[in-house]
């Protein structure tokens, strides 16, 4: 097996993005997780540099690159504020949503704004029912004179307050087999019968929005409907895996090397006994651990993101990276937290953010449990 290594040009990015998060996110990432606010203006610039349309072609107004370059910019971006990055990666969701399933004058007509930041977009598929049970979702969907009629609310949606373009799903009948069968729609935010609703106080990933999407009679014309009529299940399970689960396996990842640099910085100015408390085997220890879990997961979340892009389904490998990233970023930041005594649990150090956001990026894109129920599919099949 080959080295992981980046192209000379993905490094030439990730060096670009890490200067732009530095000068631009780093300053007020804790205000941000502070305020629960999620920064229009930071999104408009990364719109501009082509995070937002990363691996949108450029004849639809994007950068044209791949699914590495996004996982690149997510890990960036992670590493100083996982609630923006959560933002931007819940946005690509709605974005690939319209570019691999949408028709050409769908992609045409939403794809430029979105590539360019100046429109967010969101895939909302959880509801109260239950996110874990994706089919027991009981919002409808009915054609009438012409139109598509939607009913029903949907929690727990990243960019839920900033998103003109979503990408909702809501049952349209029943499958041959007597199943619920579910489609999917573009509603703009200016739709009739369609309003945001509660916003969530969360724990972590604070910088971006969480809420409710509420629709009440919310009616879209036949040119909403996304990927043709009953493929709404499928389309929202193959996001999932192919955005959602990549993506929060990179801002995992970022949240862990949060971890391990800050660890390190700590542990090699705070002075104890005399020296440097990088100096007590115990301290190197927990160095070493989340140097590992960094390099684990970093393995884990590019191989699979390459195998996807490469063309393989990947369901395991990614479930797999998510699941030991997410995880990992929580094991990295108690051992931040314990290496620091004391400044572990002061505010003005970001480890105890970083602890909230790890701990929240555990059930966004599925649960620990159901990326453990994936592999464990896959391996004894
Ligand atoms: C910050 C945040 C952002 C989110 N953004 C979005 C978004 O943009 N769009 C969207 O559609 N959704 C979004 N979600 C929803 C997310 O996908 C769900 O929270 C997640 O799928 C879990 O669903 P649930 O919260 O209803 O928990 P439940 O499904 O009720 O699960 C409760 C517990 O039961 C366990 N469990 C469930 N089923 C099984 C099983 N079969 N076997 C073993 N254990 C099981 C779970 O692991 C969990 O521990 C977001 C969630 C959060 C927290």
Partial sequence: MAELKFTQQQEILRKAVREFVEKEVKPVAAKLDAESRFPMDIFLKMGKLGFAGVFVPGEYGGAGLGMTERAIILEELGRHAAGLAMALMTH?????????????????????????????????????????????QLSTAAHEDGKWVINGRKCFITNSASAEVNVITARTGEDAKGRPAFSAFIVENTAEGFSPGREEDKVGLRGSSTGDLLMNGCSVGDASL???????????????????????????????????????????????YGKPLSKLQAIQFEIARNRIDY???????????????????????????????????????????????????????????YMRDALTTISCGGTSHIMQIIVAGQTLN
Wanted: overall charge positive; charged content about 25%.
């Fill in 92 to 136: 690509h969701l709605g974005v690939d949503a319209i570019l691999s399933y949408g028709t050409e004058e769908q992609k045409k007509k939403y794809l430029p704004d979105l590539a360019a930041g100046r429109k967010i977009s969101g895939l909302a598929v959880t509801e109260p029912t239950g996110g874990s049970d994706v089919a027991g």
């Fill in 226 to 272: 996304l990927g043709g009529e009953g493929n709404g299940m499928k389309m929202a399970l193959a996001l999932f895996t192919k955005i959602g689960r990549t993506g929060m396996a990179a801002i995992g990842l970022g949240i862990i090397r949060a971890c391990l640099e800050d660890g390190v910085k700590f542990a090699k100015d705070r002075v104890l």
């Fill in 295 to 353: 390099e684990a997961a970093r393995l884990l979340t590019y191989n699979a993101v390459g195998l996807k892009e490469g063309g393989a389904g990947a369901d395991a490998e990614i479930a797999a990276a998510k699941y030991f990233a997410t995880e990992g970023a929580v094991r990295a930041a108690k051992r931040t937290m314990d290496l620091m005594g004391g400044y572990g649990v002061i505010n003005e150090y970001p480890v105890g953010r």
